[in-house]
């Protein structure tokens, strides 16, 4: 063990998945944070609010009427050029979606912790992927976390991926209801000015492209006519919000090489967009989000040792999508189980697993995706289901014969599909 | 007193923060309140329009009518974004002390801030967000093509209400009030230097303050474009819209509504509504309903002086 | 009447591709951001000196703010961008201001 990592050791805390998030944005030097409770995140936004009342941490805290004006209140902050966070749940971020496509229109580096869990009704507040997955063509970056070590590393990543000047765009760091945000885990925590030196610093008067500056005074958001090449050169709409794209596709490589640069500095590392787990021998693999991807691990351990070989993908970053890390595992895996906790209504299967088919349709091996809904609105997920679904994929890749279009794992009434 | 010789020549009040040739319609009644906010605002301001006719007419892309900062917004947050930006200006000065003070405004319409944007002012009152919401009211969802808001008044023509809305206007000033707000304050665009004077005093208080000034509409109210200024006068003269402020909790008339608490000093509401198209078909018991409520908001503000400590 | 000199970022008019574009849309403070608005009048306002008085009530309620003050103190219209409302017509106390049928001839004159 490096020194570092055993005064690292020495510097651990007990803490839930939420206090991550807050630790996360404390250390990051967070300077407006705006807050509004919805469980399961309550806790987040009280930590936040503990470290500003002592002093600990020097942040603005705005304590707005609903979660449409968490996200205005922290479009207004950043258009200044500072950095932002908050954190929401379920019919929270339900509320504030329009928001979400200003804020990714606007090109501002907000963070939000996302404590998942089942949309409105019946009421669940319990993890479930579903209000997350809502979001996803917002334009914001989505990462999942599996512990609460990753929870808090990737919010302070996630300031430094925002801010580089070739993405400029907002992120979601989330992590499942009551499953990671109100249990204790250990999370190690470096030193302050490791962090600061890690991360860009803040500027002066504004973002490069944006900035409240009555020396420099700008009008924002003017009406956008159709236009087109032929038409009229001053309409630039399909152009601009063009630049999401661009940017989504820049951010893969940033998100690669800050992982690679927080090993370095810190010592953990948590994968880029995806972490491997035992795929390099197999036709099989488990793909999941979350503690799902943890647990997984355990489940393709006890595989292995009964003489399956099999492995497991965690899905870190979803937006932007691992593209080209898929087609390269599908390059020798067959068959993708994808575990997940929620449901693409009209299609088959969990969303994870129909972007999942998307990206991997031309792949020239034509992998078969099977996808698992499970754990939806809480519902425990244990290694003997992640084992059972597994055992499936094995059977399917073994015998070249698709026995089920989806699996329903954990649901009263099995049907047979 | 203002002097308008003084004021053509003042540094501040003498620029321009809107320039011409811009989208507005001819004789918009929100230009005229928004030209003179500025010029008692000035250079250092930062302004929040959610959306709102003030979404349209400053202009097509790349091109911008404001001189100042000024960020198109959604349309139910002009406010929250308000909040964030004052406390965006707050972690910038932390930063850079020699940053000087910026004035923060909410330039909204009726629709977004009496139906769709009353959450988030209220909110934002209540958080005493130091900041300046100005409503410029023009009784419709203009932008949109006139459409009925909870500013329209009583009998009023809209698209959405044909034969005439069957409600009263929603009164947001004295919501405002009741939340105890340093300053509150009515205007209108027929007397453009008492709005002048309000914004100047708002500038000069901490806290959220609020400002409703009356904006007439010619394509909306259906009159022609000559008669902007004289409408909003003549909305004042006939008692139909009261100028006043509520300064810390104390209530004062100004202007010519000082002289009008006597129901015969007022002008008969018909001088104004015979003037607009949008009352073109009010029947006499219409006109009786809305003498009633003008009475009414009469007798309350006089009850309030007659009974407020000063 | 001088230009005023607001701040240019990037030669933001002149995007050829995608490439050319800053991240956000920007708009910068232009006159005539819609154009030459003087076509949209169909009178046209003309003052007459003698008869004003230097009161000033066209330029404070000018919503256009078309209207700026010359070297002698007469108000005096920008035509390129007058919308032709009329309310300096209707309020002007010394009835100075006249409206005209707008004629080709008459906004090439000023």
Request: aromatic content about 10%; charged content about 25%; some cysteine.
């Given at each position: 063990m490096t020194s570092q990592k055993a005064e690292l050791k020495a510097a651990a805390r007990i803490i839930s998945g939420n206090e991550a998030c807050a630790w996360g944005a404390r250390y990051a030097r967070v300077q407006v944070i705006s807050a509004y409770p919805i469980t399961p995140q309550t806790t987040i936004v009280e930590r936040l609010s503990d470290f500003v009342e002592s002093g600990e941490m020097d942040a603005e805290y705005i304590r707005v009427e609903s979660e449409h004006s968490v996200m205005a209140s922290l479009i207004g902050a950043s258009y200044n050029g500072v950095r932002t966070y908050s954190a929401t749940s379920g019919q929270g971020l339900a509320y504030m979606h329009e928001m979400l496509h200003w804020a990714a229109g606007s090109r501002l580096p907000i963070v939000m912790g996302v404590a998942m869990r089942g949309m409105a009704p019946p009421w669940n507040i319990w993890a479930d992927n579903q209000d997350v997955m809502a979001a996803r063509d917002t334009g914001w970056m989505i990462f999942f976390a599996a512990t609460h070590q990753e929870v808090f590393d990737t919010t302070i990543q996630m300031y430094k991926i925002c801010e580089n000047t070739n993405v400029f765009l907002p992120a979601f760091v989330c992590l499942e209801g009551f499953?990671?945000?109100h249990t204790e885990m250990p999370v190690y925590m470096p030193d302050q000015e490791l962090v600061d030196d890690f991360l860009p610093e803040i500027p002066k008067n504004g973002w490069p492209h944006f900035f409240l500056d009555p020396d420099r005074p700008i009008t924002h958001g003017n009406l956008q006519n159709p236009g087109g090449p032929a038409i009229s050169?001053?309409?630039?709409y399909y152009e601009y919000r063009y630049l999401i794209q661009k940017a989504m596709e820049n951010a893969k490589q940033v998100i690669i090489d800050v992982a690679e640069e927080f090993k370095k500095k810190f010592?953990?590392?948590?994968?880029?967009?995806i972490e491997k787990y035992?795929?390099?021998?197999?036709?099989v693999a488990l793909v999941s989000i979350g503690s799902l991807a943890d647990q997984a691990k355990v489940a393709v351990d006890i595989m292995r040792e009964s003489g399956y070989k099999v492995g497991a993908v965690k899905?870190?970053?979803?937006?932007?999508?691992?593209t080209e890390q898929f087609q390269e595992l599908a390059n020798r895996i067959r068959v993708f189980p994808v575990m997940e906790r929620s449901m693409a209504f009209g299609l088959t299967g969990g969303i994870a697993s129909v972007d999942l088919k998307a990206v991997l349709n031309?792949?020239?091996?034509?992998p078969f995706i099977l996808p698992v809904i499970a754990g939806v609105g809480g519902r425990d997920v244990r290694v003997e289901d992640q084992i059972e679904v597994l055992k499936a994929a094995v059977e399917m890749a073994e015998?070249?014969?698709?026995?089920?279009?989806?699996i329903l794992s954990g649901m009263h009434q099995k049907e047979e599909c | 007193m203002v002097n308008l010789r003084d004021l053509v020549k003042d540094p501040v009040a003498g620029?321009?923060?809107?320039?011409?040739?811009?989208?507005?319609?001819?004789?918009?009644g929100g230009e005229v309140a928004f030209r003179w906010i500025m010029k008692a605002l000035g250079k250092r301001t930062i302004v929040v329009a959610p959306a709102s006719c003030f979404n349209v007419t400053i202009g097509l892309y790349p091109r911008?009518?404001?001189?100042?900062?000024?960020l198109n917004m959604a349309f139910a947050a002009g406010a929250a974004a308000c909040s964030g930006i004052v406390a965006g200006l707050a972690a910038r000065k932390k930063l850079d002390p020699s940053l000087e003070d910026i004035n923060v405004l909410c330039f909204a319409g009726d629709g977004g801030t009496i139906d769709i944007g009353i959450q988030g002012l209220s909110g934002a009152a209540e958080r005493e967000t130091d900041f300046i919401y100005i409503c410029y009211d023009?009784?419709?969802?203009?932008?949109?093509?006139t459409q009925r808001s909870g500013g329209t008044p009583f009998g009023a023509w809209t698209t959405t209400t044909p034969?005439?809305?069957k409600q009263h206007k929603k009164n947001v000033p004295m919501i405002m009030a009741a939340h105890g707000i340093p300053y509150v304050a009515t205007a209108s665009t027929g007397y453009p230097l008492d709005l002048y004077k309000k914004v100047l005093k708002a500038k000069s208080i901490k806290g959220t303050k609020y400002i409703h000034v009356l904006a007439p509409c010619a394509p909306g109210w259906r009159?022609?474009?000559?008669?902007s200024i004289e409408v909003g006068r003549k909305a004042v003269q006939t008692g139909m819209w009261v100028l006043y402020e509520i300064d810390h909790g104390e209530m004062a008339l100004t202007g010519p509504s000082k002289y009008?608490?006597?129901?015969?000093s007022r002008k008969p509401i018909e001088e104004y509504l015979n003037?607009?198209?949008?009352?073109?078909?009010?029947?006499p018991e219409d006109i009786k309903i809305l003498q009633e409520w003008i009475d009414k908001q009469w007798s309350d503000l006089k009850n309030w002086i007659a009974t407020q400590v000063s | 009447m001088p230009e005023k000199k607001y701040w240019k970022w990037k030669?933001?008019?002149?995007?050829?591709?995608?490439?050319?574009?800053?991240?956000v849309p920007l708009s910068l403070p232009n006159y005539g951001s819609m154009g030459?608005?003087?076509?949209?009048?169909?009178f046209c306002p003309v003052i007459n000196k003698a008869k004003?008085?230097?009161?000033?009530f066209c330029w404070m309620y000018c919503?256009?703010?078309v209207i700026e003050i010359d070297e002698e103190g007469y108000p005096e219209i920008?035509?390129?961008?007058?919308?032709?409302?009329?309310i300096c017509v209707h309020e002007c106390p010394k009835k100075a201001i006249e409206q005209v049928r707008e004629e080709k001839e008459q906004v090439e004159s000023e």
């Open positions: 499953v990671m945000s050169p001053d309409c630039w010592g953990f590392y948590h994968g880029d967009l035992r795929c390099d021998d197999t036709e899905l870190r970053c979803y937006k932007p999508f691992p031309q792949h020239p091996n034509h015998t070249n014969e698709i026995k089920t279009n989806v | 620029e321009e923060y809107f320039l011409k040739g811009n989208s507005s319609c001819a004789g918009c911008a009518g404001p001189t100042i900062p000024y023009n009784e419709a969802y203009m932008n949109t093509g034969t005439g809305k009159f022609p474009t000559e008669l009008l608490i006597k129901k015969e003037l607009q198209g949008r009352y073109k078909n009010v029947t | 030669e933001i008019e002149n995007h050829a591709s995608i490439d050319d574009l800053p991240p030459a608005t003087g076509d949209w009048r169909t004003c008085n230097q009161c000033y919503p256009e703010a920008d035509l390129e961008y007058c919308k032709g409302c009329l």
